[in-house]
């Protein structure tokens, strides 16, 4: 009896055996043989399989069977005219019997009629004679032991199937290990995409990679089964859908025949459905792939959801030191003994606040926050993170001591370029994951540093001791805040890079500071609020960023002089004050700056 991963003919399953034997396996067991058997006619239906055989003596014996059936007669019952004769092998033909098996002696001495070997020839239906006596039980007997035996060896193989992929959910095997192991038990090339066509991985199975992928979207494309498991005959690729909770995010295919041709050599048939055994295969593939990407998608959701809360209860004291550190040591991020830096990420502008829409922007935040926990795990570095407003992706990283602290923060800054640039390839080539929330926007923009369109990092002052973590924490907010007006290419912003913006958002929350802007500004905030298609707020910001240059200031706020000039007259009205004081102009803009960190959220 053939084991679980052999045909009948010792080669690997899922290359050529199935699971019914066919005509010409039949023609060579010892039962058969004894009957000096001769094939008369249809030779090229031979390898059809038989699923069952049945001995018949009576001509409309078609409408009892099912297609399939090798048909064993001595021909006794058989209609004595050419007309009845051809409609009998039309009518076994119709119904899709696997051959016929007449045993000469009793009805026809020396050959079967020759209508019906021309009738047998026109239709392609084996037809065989057995040129001595046969007891038929003893074939029935020995194909059906043969049926069986190739039954139970599709069991075996399914429970095979089911038990290994059972262990690789168990296991939490990532996609490559599962499509290797699709690829070994079937013996087939298996390929993963999603629903764009792009390949996610695969396995050629010992054939060319490079041939099985040239031009695979192209190809993909023209793939298309009859159903989320189905089997296409004009490809030769067996298919099923990947997904699981209604999304669904891919497919997985495998090539059958492994030749890849859609015809087999068997005379130009169709190609023989692949075994069952490789339904169960590839479905059960699918499934651990979708639970995969399900248990690591929560894992990873709930890790994140318990970062954000201990990072929040750090910035907030709404619990207790020791209990964050107690809870963030089972989470594996040791923080007692160790050195501890604050660092915040976000975008330049308002960005993720949703230009686009509140959905977007809140995608963009799970993305880059995403990004960051990468970049983290390629530098190789320990950290609580998680986002922490709607703009800003927190960290709080745990290092072994003060010395690492600057080859730390590089690390991170060239990782996170790292992974940015990987995404914005990515995306270029359409392969983003569809099964994804958010899919399709890009959250990562070029630039790390000084670009309008890219990412500010920043970072607080390394610190000794947990408690002292939230200061680290805060100082990098503020950083990142002030920054976000600061053109400058640098990996990471700290404090004193951000000179008086960094120092008023210290004082952001200082009531000193906020009355001396209401007293510098004040009249020019209440005139704004009547009158907010003016904006002289904006045209003072353009004068003084301007170095006080009023042509420079007209053009920065796209306004002709004329209307500029009126309307830096109109700021010193309202104000009282003299716009060419340099004392005036210096008292001016530091209001400016400070309303700006009082304004951040």
């Known amino acids: 009896m053939s084991g679980p991963g052999t045909s009948r003919s010792g080669v690997t399953d899922g290359s050529v055996s199935a699971v019914f034997p066919t005509v010409r396996e039949v023609l060579a067991l010892d039962p058969v043989r004894h009957g000096a058997p001769r094939v008369v006619a249809g030779d090229a239906g031979l390898d059809r399989p038989v699923r069952w055989v049945h001995v018949a003596e009576v001509p409309d014996i078609a409408t009892l069977l099912g297609g399939g059936e090798l048909v064993l007669t001595t021909g006794i019952g058989l209609p004595a005219d050419d007309a009845g004769l051809r409609a009998f092998i039309g009518d076994l033909a119709d119904v899709g019997v696997s051959g016929l098996v007449v045993e000469l002696g009793r009805r026809y001495v020396s050959g079967v009629p020759r209508v019906m070997a021309a009738a047998a020839e026109r239709r392609g ?55 290797r192991q699709a690829a070994e038990l079937s013996g087939c090339p298996v390929v993963l995409e999603n629903l764009s066509r792009q390949v996610l991985g695969y396995d050629p199975a010992g054939e060319s990679a490079e041939l099985l992928l040239d031009g695979w979207e192209q190809h993909s494309r023209r793939i298309r089964p009859a159903g989320r498991t189905a089997y296409d005959p004009d490809s030769g690729w067996l298919v099923t859908v990947v997904g699981a909770r209604g999304q669904d995010w891919g497919r997985l295919l495998l090539r059958w025949p492994a030749s890849g041709d859609a015809t087999s050599a068997r005379g130009g048939e169709a190609a023989l459905a692949p075994p069952t055994r490789l339904t169960i295969l590839i479905e059960r593939a699918a499934s651990t792939l979708a639970l995969g990407r399900l248990i690591r998608r929560d894992a990873e959701g709930l890790e994140r959801q318990l970062h954000r809360t201990l990072l929040t209860a750090l910035l907030d004291h709404s619990r207790p030191v020791d209990e964050v550190a107690l809870r963030a040591k089972a989470l594996g991020v040791a923080l007692d003994r160790r050195h501890l830096v604050g660092v915040m990420v976000r975008h330049r502008g308002d960005e993720l606040a949703g230009e686009n829409g509140p959905e977007v922007g809140q995608a963009r935040l799970r993305d880059l926050s995403e990004a960051v926990g990468q970049a983290l795990r390629e530098a190789k570095l320990t950290a609580l ?57 890009d959250p990562l923009r070029s630039g790390v540093g000084g670009t309008s369109a890219g990412l500010i990092i920043a970072a607080g002052s390394g610190v000794s001791s947990l408690r002292e973590a939230r200061r680290s924490l805060v100082e990098a907010r503020q950083i990142v805040e002030a920054a976000r007006r600061d053109r400058r290419d640098l990996p990471v912003f700290r404090l004193p890079h951000v000179g008086l913006a960094g120092l008023l958002h210290l004082l952001r929350d200082e009531p000193r500071l906020q009355t001396f802007v209401e007293r510098e500004l004040g009249p020019l905030l209440e005139y704004d609020a009547q009158h907010p298609r003016e904006r002289l707020l904006d045209t003072l910001r353009a004068y003084l960023e301007q170095g006080r240059n009023k042509s420079a200031g007209a053009a920065a706020a796209h306004l002709s002089r004329p209307a500029f000039y009126e309307r830096l007259a109109r700021i010193a009205r309202i104000l009282d004050a003299d716009l060419d004081s340099v004392e005036t102009s210096l008292s001016l803009h530091v209001a400016l700056l400070a309303l700006e960190a009082v304004r951040t959220p």
């Open 385 to 441: 993170t998680s986002a922490v407003d709607d703009n800003s992706v927190g960290a709080l990283l745990a290092l072994p001591d003060p010395a690492a602290e600057d080859r730390a923060l590089a690390a991170f800054a060239g990782a996170l370029r790292r992974v940015r640039l990987d995404a914005g390839a990515g995306r270029a080539a359409s392969a983003a994951d569809p099964s994804r929330p958010g899919s399709g926007v």
């Open 125 to 179: 239906l084996p037809l065989v004679e057995l040129r001595r006596a046969t007891p038929f039980v003893r074939i029935t007997e020995a194909v059906h032991a043969l049926i069986v035996d190739a039954q139970l060896t599709e069991l075996r193989a399914a429970e095979e199937i089911h038990q290994r992929f059972t262990d690789l959910s168990v296991e939490g095997a990532d996609a490559a290990e599962v499509i």
